[in-house]
């Protein structure tokens, strides 16, 4: 098979570390034959319109701050290809002579990969195609779990030993949103910090159990009465037995003024708003007398804070970066994956499976991980996910 | 003088190295010759209620682990002390012959200190009165900067260079809204990590000006224009010419639901809310048509993240607290500040001023600091705050 061009781009919600996968992607690719390494700026939407930057020619030092640095360097796009957007990329592909074709992303990326691996097969184009996994969600089918979660765990377990130590100087009650619409993998990461029971979270509300407010009111007011106190990770994700989010029913059960904004696809806006943590807060003032209640939303800051990064994620990154451009070499098409090792130190390996068993779905967290009796996670989750943060030093010298 | 006991409590908002005041007090202190040393839980409240921890035999363990956590590790208090309250703690710490009252927090302290050695004066009770400083506000008289601030600005920077490559990534209008109900220190401190002009934040509204929601409107109008994106940094606090908060006025002049909720004190509540940043997105995305415009509430992560705290605060905020102790043996009350030295490299020495220059007022940003002519700051605001941060490292290699 002729060796022709390859051409990479980034997908979704940028992490702390999808850099680093680039940065592994381009030091191998440089050591391979490829005829041109292509960026695409803006994954898809640069593909379509030819939008390519050179990326054979880097420097070391240029390496290194890509790699030091959160968010997509190429930029970044939220799109699902149509059918005839694939026709015409498979025909820009075949034009510019690119074989190679690497999509840095989640499942949506997988499918996309998947989508032009078939479309080139069906025209009879022999090329290439690779899914690189990353997502601070860690919600992608095979893999063990994804490059930029361990990140974005270890600022979140980071964050709320503040958090805590914060709240039991002025006490009351604080409630943290935490980014995660179908699963609840970043919100449990909230009770990595912890070293004894009355440290917070108390109480951690994920998408993977239904969200009831006169529950949530009744363990948050019984904590309260115990400690004096409630720290709360709340997943924006909490929905009701339909599977409608908290935000979107309260709102038309109430009338409420806080209801959420939908976002260009009609879709309830969760992130980049602060409205979940405040109707939250304010339904808990009503209900708990003369308490201070507060409410933050972490945000964007989870995936793109650059001064907390897991140095085991980051290394994890590059390697599935690195190692879709090996697989390349032996098979037609795949989806990078990172497989655990059976050790006493952690360990994963990097390994590849059919594009089609990562695309589409997401993966909620195992019920072993959740508390059956109460709003919480187990020991389980905690041996699962703390080595990907890096490690979590346990604080709090604290006389109150 | 005979010499008795001396007591410490932390008061206000915690910031990520008030403990290490609390450990440079300790110990100093414990080479001293108190006859005991106190920490009363919550300031004032354990002070009033006698609720002591004895401080005298702490492990150098304790004390290192003590001064990683951020937040008051004796808890703090919002409470400014009624001429009874003043009454009854100065009768409280002749019974227990408490004879040197420490007192770590912002301008309300000072006067609580200068109130304490004021009522102790006029009973012809002999004891001693010390402010130690800390608000990640800034906003003190006197001190050239004040502990806490510099730990603050550092998350912010940092967060700010993820947020940019962020928004670089995926593209729209990002808001982020900044602590600072009265002056823009820290709002101002989202500047710090930028390498070129083209890196955001790219307008910084601060409380020292006037806001004007068409001009906002405007100026980010024509940042989009321009870029194709646009962040903003915008405090707490901005204000109408007289002085009320937007978040006030907008919502009486609209009747919009997202008015902020008012605190105990009657109050608007401007932190620990989304409020403000759903608000003015909400309005922008009225304004300019088919953006995406997200907002982020930074919220108490500025104050309270442990996992990047800046040396430079750290070692200031312990100096501080050990040199109230000498001070006390030179002189009867005080507040301590730091002076910044002229040399080519950065350092501050400590020193002590009248209770009475600190109490009550504070600190606005100077005009020098901030941009005649547009929403921004200047490069003598960059000059004073960056040594503080302990230093920002310019970020990032992106291609778009």
Redesign the interface.
């Known amino acids: 098979m002729p060796q022709g061009k390859a051409v990479i781009g980034?997908s979704g919600?940028?992490t702390?570390v999808i850099n680093k996968s680039l940065v592994g992607f381009i030091k191998e690719a440089t050591k391979s034959d490829f005829d041109e390494i292509l960026?695409a700026?803006?994954g898809l939407a640069g593909m379509l319109s030819e939008d390519f930057?050179d990326l054979s020619n880097l420097s070391e030092a240029?390496?290194y701050?890509?790699g030091?640095?959160?968010?997509?360097?190429?930029?970044?796009?939220?799109k699902k290809p149509t059918d005839s957007d694939i026709e015409q990329l498979v025909s820009i592909f075949e034009k510019q002579n690119i074989r190679n074709f690497f999509y840095i992303g989640g499942n949506d990326s997988a499918e996309t990969a998947n989508l032009v691996s078939e479309g080139a097969k069906s025209i009879g184009y022999d090329m290439k195609a690779f899914h690189i996994p990353k997502t601070i969600d860690n919600d992608l089918l095979e893999t063990d779990h994804c490059p930029g979660y361990g990140s974005a765990a270890?600022?979140v377990a980071?964050?709320f030993?503040?958090?805590d130590?914060?709240n039991?100087?002025?006490k009351g009650i604080?409630i943290n949103v935490l980014m995660g619409r179908h699963a609840g993998w970043l919100t449990a990461a909230s009770t990595l910090g912890k070293s004894t029971e009355e440290d917070g979270p108390h109480l951690v509300y994920v998408p993977e159990k239904v969200f009831k407010i006169d529950e949530f009111l009744k363990e948050v007011k019984e904590v309260y009465d115990s400690l004096g106190r409630c720290v709360v990770a709340v997943s924006e994700g909490i929905h009701n037995e339909e599977g409608e989010y908290f935000l979107q029913t309260y709102a038309s059960e109430t009338g409420?003024?806080?209801a959420g904004?939908k976002?260009?696809h009609g879709n309830i806006q969760l992130?980049?708003?602060?409205?979940l943590?405040?109707t939250l807060?304010?339904i808990v003032?009503e209900h708990i007398d003369?308490v201070?209640?507060?409410?933050?939303?972490?945000?964007?800051?989870q995936?793109?804070?650059?001064?907390?990064v897991s140095e085991v994620d980051a290394e994890e990154a590059e390697r599935v970066g690195q190692h879709a451009v090996v697989a390349s070499k032996e098979m037609q098409s795949g989806s990078v994956i990172l497989k655990r090792q059976l050790s006493e130190t952690y360990s994963c390996d990097v390994d590849v499976v059919e594009l089609k068993k990562v695309a589409k779905h997401t993966k909620d967290m195992p019920q072993e991980f959740l508390d059956e009796s109460k709003p919480y996670v187990t020991n389980e989750f905690f041996e699962y996910a703390m080595p990907l943060t890096g490690g979590i030093e346990p604080?709090?010298?604290?006389?109150?």
């Open positions: 980034q919600g940028p702390a960026g700026r803006h930057v240029q390496l701050g890509m030091k640095t959160p968010a997509a360097a190429l930029g970044s796009v939220r270890r600022f980071h964050a030993q503040g958090d130590a914060d039991r100087s002025l604080k409420s003024g806080l904004k976002d260009s992130s980049g708003s602060g409205a943590g405040d807060t304010n003032s003369g201070r209640v507060r409410a933050d939303t972490f945000g964007y800051l995936r793109s804070f650059l001064a907390d604080k709090t010298q604290i006389f109150v």
